[in-house]
């Protein structure tokens, strides 16, 4: 009888795998993702079929981590802007807490490896966001452009928002407020 296998396990794997690929890409070896767990590689491919497995597993594991900190307290009634705030301040916080987290999912998304069902699934607990980008865009608020557009200018806003925060951690507060304005208006007519 196969033993059962286990939670932490499968974290650990998550965890190396998150740092490996936050540091040397998709080129990171299994190997060096099993040794970062401290087990052999041979377990890795007990939790994860192939490395490809790996990677589709990764980017859904962040990704619900990230929708674990953007959905609570998403303000569903409030104007276009400040719901697109909460999102861009939560998603900055976010980053400014996890570099590798962060990191992983861009090295992941610009891999091409990714499964459009792995894409897919990662976007439904997005959902409300989606549908409010959308509306946004309907109603005139937003730019008449693609929303997966929308998405790149805002997440390249955050992105550089994060790394001018992390080397210029003395005004923080103020630098996100005006990443926020600059993603604002990057993203409405």
């Known amino acids: ?16 795998a998150t740092q490996a690929v936050a540091e040397q890409g998709v080129q990171a070896s299994t190997a060096s993702i099993a040794r970062g767990a401290g087990v052999a590689e041979g377990t890795l491919f007990t939790y994860f079929e192939s490395k490809d497995e790996l990677f589709q597993a990764l980017y859904l594991h962040l990704k619900e981590d990230l929708g674990e900190t953007i959905m609570p307290g998403y303000p569903y009634e409030l104007e276009f802007r400040l719901r697109v705030e909460h999102i861009f301040q939560r998603y900055v916080s976010w980053g400014l807490a996890n570099t590798a987290k962060r990191l992983a999912i861009s090295r992941l998304s610009a891999s091409g490896l990714l499964q459009d069902a792995t894409r897919a699934r990662a976007t439904e607990r997005f959902q409300a966001v989606s549908r409010m980008m959308e509306d946004a865009v309907q109603s005139g608020v937003l730019l008449n452009a693609p929303i997966a557009f929308l998405y790149a200018i805002i997440e390249r806003i955050a992105d550089t928002t994060i790394e001018f925060v992390e080397s ?9 407020q005006l990443g926020f304005h600059a993603a604002w208006r990057a993203i409405t007519p």
């Open 1 to 16: 009888m196969a033993r059962p296998l286990s939670p932490e396990k499968r974290s650990a794997l998550l965890a190396a």
């Open 168 to 176: 210029h951690p003395d005004d923080a507060q103020r630098h996100c």
